[in-house]
């Protein structure tokens, strides 16, 4: 039996007994692997959570830019006059079908917009972009394309419509100051 000079058993000794070397190392390297990965998962973590449907929300609070990945910019802007609709605008924004986390397959464009309530049985209200300006020279892509409301926190954000059982690839969020 190891000892440390008193002839008390090593700390290894008392913690695994006379289980053998291999299986302790194997322990050891199972548990070193969880805690490494842990670390891993949570020092590349979105700061953001995900977004959740916004029940309630007025075109006036909408009213604002968001920006998304690679100089994605959508500026909402709503009439006077009240009601549930508005003007945008929009910079390198994405071709329909083109994936939005790639700068590639951009354009600028602009247009009306319009909030309409949830469906029956969704949650979330759905901001409605319909492009009448668009890029020069090419066939216009989608003329619409559909944004659902939702909160990350206490800010609104707009994403595309995805499974409900997964965070959405796109998030646009409030345009910082």
Known sequence: MASNGDNSPSLARRLFGTVPR????????????????????????????????????????????????????LRLR????????????????????????????????SG?????????????MVVKLDFTEGPEGTPFPARRHELVVGRDGDSLVLYPETDPDNCPELVLVPAKS
């Open 22 to 73: 291999a299986l302790s190392s194997g322990c050891l390297m199972v548990v070193l692997a969880v805690l490494v990965t842990g670390v891993c998962l949570w020092a590349t973590a979105d700061p953001h959570g995900c977004p959740h449907p916004a029940d309630e929300v007025s075109a006036s609070e909408l009213a604002q830019v968001y920006e998304g990945p690679h100089g994605m910019r």
């Open 78 to 109: 709503h009439k006077p006059s009240g009601g549930r609709d508005g003007a945008f605008d929009v910079t390198d924004w994405p071709y329909e079908g083109s994936s939005p986390l790639k700068h590639r397959a951009r354009f600028d464009g």
């Open 112 to 124: 009306e917009w319009r909030l309409t309530t949830p469906i029956p049985g969704k949650k979330g």
